[in-house]
């Protein structure tokens, strides 16, 4: 089912959701752009577009080109291309980015590594 979510700044067509109430543990892997609104534990992998909504709550390591927080998210964040965390939206662990925007109203527990955006980037690998 693809849905077109208006996000600050862009609108962007949802390819997959995991929804409100469910749970997934495991590796994920996918191009397009995925959004979170209920649990997932795990890895996730993609070169695309991550949404965390409002509510959802992750627990992962990440490798994804874009990351867009408003739920919870807490572990190992790598992001080739931006990291923006919205209010409510609370993120505990690490970041490396080489854009970050964090509003007004975001807990953010962790550190952050800020890198030169002209520096190339590996591609992630699909989660095996």
Do not use: W, Y
């Not at 590796?27 to 209920?38: C, Y």
């Not at 994804?64 to 931006?82: D, K, N, W, Y």
């Amino acid at each position: 089912m693809a849905e077109t979510e208006t996000l600050p700044d862009e609108t962007v067509e949802i390819t997959t959701l995991l929804g409100k109430g469910s749970r997934f543990d495991g590796k994920l892997a996918f191009t397009g752009t995925v959004r979170i609104d209920g649990e997932f534990v795990g890895e996730i992998k993609s070169d695309d577009i991550l949404v965390v909504g409002p509510g959802a709550r992750v627990k992962a390591d990440m490798d994804v080109g874009t990351l867009i927080v408003e739920g919870e998210v807490e572990g190992t964040i790598q992001a080739r291309r931006a990291v923006e965390i919205h209010s409510p939206g609370r993120v505990r662990g690490s970041i490396t980015t080489p854009s970050l925007f964090i509003d007004r109203g975001v807990v953010f527990e962790g550190n952050c590594h800020v890198t030169d955006p002209a520096a190339p980037a590996a591609p992630a690998s699909p989660a095996s």
